[in-house]
């Protein structure tokens, strides 16, 4: 801004806070005209090239990022399908124990009842502790895809019991009634059953889905 009138301190702030880059008081002397327009001129160069630099790298950044984010994908892809292999091996273990379980019974029914009492604690023992070995292995997986799945649902359901939320995890992943049996020795119907009282406790109806409520969390 070039000016003879205005010359004053009050004129030179409001011209620079108007947008002017300088201000230059009449009569205009020619080597400080060109000092200044140069200065202006370097301030637009360094505006300029540190505007391109940053482009560059917020194009950097955004590159990693993406790059990471793919690399995370491919890392949650591959624990989900690490989930689902630990949880088909669970089942197959489950499954296996089931059967030993049911032979011991037999077994037991010839056996006097002193001896018979002792084989039942034993027979209960090794369902809990085998259950738990392999449930500590399955769920540290879970954790690992569903990192906040545990936090989310007791914050909105604080009263869900240890077995209410082995059931969540279980009906999360979508697993067949007959499946859970299997996981928890229990029947087909008294899973029904569970699946129903999960419903009520997490005040659903009849008619929702359950799997599609649990995968919200």
Same mark, same amino acid.
């Given at each position: 801004?070039?000016?003879?009138?205005?010359? #004053? @301190? #009050?004129?030179?702030?409001? *011209?620079?806070? @108007?947008?002017?880059? &300088?201000?230059? /008081?009449k009569p205009i002397d020619e080597i400080e005209l060109l000092a200044r327009v140069q200065a202006a001129l370097r301030l637009v160069y360094y505006y300029n090239e540190n505007r391109r630099r940053l482009k560059t790298i917020h194009r950097q950044e955004k590159e990693i990022i993406n790059q990471k984010a793919e690399e995370y994908k491919k890392e949650l892809e591959f624990k989900k399908k690490e989930l689902i292999n630990n949880a088909l091996q669970l089942l197959h273990f489950m499954e296996n124990t089931s059967g030993m379980v049911t032979e011991l019974k037999k077994i037991n029914l010839d056996i006097c009842d002193d001896n018979s009492n002792e084989l039942?604690?034993?027979? *209960?023992?090794?369902? +809990?502790? @085998?259950f738990d070995i392999k449930w500590a292995e399955f769920e540290e997986r879970f954790d690992e895809v569903h990192?906040?799945?545990? /936090? @989310?649902?007791?914050? &909105?359901?604080? +009263?869900?019991?240890? +077995? &209410?939320r082995k059931l969540c995890v279980y009906f999360k992943m979508d697993m067949e009634n007959k499946d859970i049996a299997a996981l928890t020795f229990s029947s087909y119907e008294a899973v029904r059953k569970a699946r129903n009282r999960l419903k009520y406790k997490l005040g659903l109806s009849s008619e929702e889905n359950l799997v599609e409520f649990l995968n919200r969390y």
């Amino acid at each position: 801004m070039a000016t003879g009138i205005k010359t #004053e @301190s #009050e004129d030179l702030k409001q *011209a620079l806070d @108007s947008g002017a880059v &300088d201000f230059i /008081r009449k009569p205009i002397d020619e080597i400080e005209l060109l000092a200044r327009v140069q200065a202006a001129l370097r301030l637009v160069y360094y505006y300029n090239e540190n505007r391109r630099r940053l482009k560059t790298i917020h194009r950097q950044e955004k590159e990693i990022i993406n790059q990471k984010a793919e690399e995370y994908k491919k890392e949650l892809e591959f624990k989900k399908k690490e989930l689902i292999n630990n949880a088909l091996q669970l089942l197959h273990f489950m499954e296996n124990t089931s059967g030993m379980v049911t032979e011991l019974k037999k077994i037991n029914l010839d056996i006097c009842d002193d001896n018979s009492n002792e084989l039942k604690q034993i027979i *209960a023992k090794y369902q +809990n502790d @085998s259950f738990d070995i392999k449930w500590a292995e399955f769920e540290e997986r879970f954790d690992e895809v569903h990192f906040d799945f545990y /936090r @989310s649902l007791l914050k &909105d359901f604080p +009263n869900l019991s240890a +077995n &209410d939320r082995k059931l969540c995890v279980y009906f999360k992943m979508d697993m067949e009634n007959k499946d859970i049996a299997a996981l928890t020795f229990s029947s087909y119907e008294a899973v029904r059953k569970a699946r129903n009282r999960l419903k009520y406790k997490l005040g659903l109806s009849s008619e929702e889905n359950l799997v599609e409520f649990l995968n919200r969390y």
